[in-house]
């Protein structure tokens, strides 16, 4: 029997943490002496790897001044959350959209610009850590859009690509299912516009979590 396998982003997919990312990056820019980054800007940035995110933000900078700036963004996000003070939270609905696949025998896996250890106290926070068979990481693989961390899912979870969906609210997160011969559904509530997710070419865009839920089950 084949293995119909659920991948998804987590930040703007899973969770809502654009004012902690946006935080961050403000403290990282002015501890290297760098201009405060517009917020809408570090917004449409978020699931690619840090260091790639960063050289978007700052095409300009040098090599030494990038690597500054992610090292000082990891800094003050793990403080944030050793304090106690970061909100992840999940979009409303996503829970039960995620238990609905699960109870019709899908599985479910990660595929996120954040660190393995971001990801893992994430979804500890919000009560998931047991729902997902696969967790992709920048920490293993290129950035998005390189399809590296859906093909290693696929492989990880025995599925084909053509039994698989990517779900995601960026272009990213579409065009890396692109290039891995996987079905990309987009998501309204994230970072980037619908109408940018379906001319990047997601086959649909959800509204809501319980219309994600009656795509994904349709397939």
Not at 107 to 117: E, M, N, P
Not at 118 to 137: M, R, Y
Not at 193 to 208: I, K, N
Request: hydrophobic content about 45%; aromatic content about 4%; charged content about 20%.
């Amino acid at each position: 029997m084949s293995v119909r396998l659920a991948v998804f982003d987590c930040d703007g997919t899973l969770v809502d943490g654009q004012a902690a990312v946006c935080d961050s990056m403000e403290v990282a820019f002015a501890e290297v002496g760098l201009p405060q980054p517009d917020r809408n800007a570090v917004r449409r940035i978020v699931g690619l790897s840090l260091l790639q995110a960063v050289r978007q933000l700052v095409p300009e900078a040098e090599h030494e001044t990038t690597v500054e700036v992610v090292e000082a963004y990891k800094a003050s996000f793990r403080a944030t959350r050793e304090s106690g003070a970061l909100r992840e939270p999940l979009y409303p609905g996503i829970r039960e959209t995620l238990h609905a696949l699960r109870d019709a025998g899908w599985s479910l896996a990660v595929a996120t610009g954040k660190s393995d250890r971001g990801l893992i106290a994430t979804l500890a926070a919000n009560d998931l850590s047991d729902l997902f068979e696969s967790l992709q990481t920048a920490d293993r693989h290129p950035s998005k859009p390189h399809p590296a961390m859906l093909e290693a899912a696929l492989v990880e979870c025995g599925a084909q690509a053509s039994d698989a969906v990517m779900i995601g609210d960026t272009s990213f997160d579409i065009d890396m299912a692109k290039c891995a011969g996987v079905a990309p559904i987009g998501v309204a509530w994230g970072y980037h516009e619908p109408a940018e997710l379906l001319r990047a070419g997601a086959v649909s865009v959800a509204d809501a979590p319980s219309q994600l839920t009656e795509l994904i089950l349709a397939r």
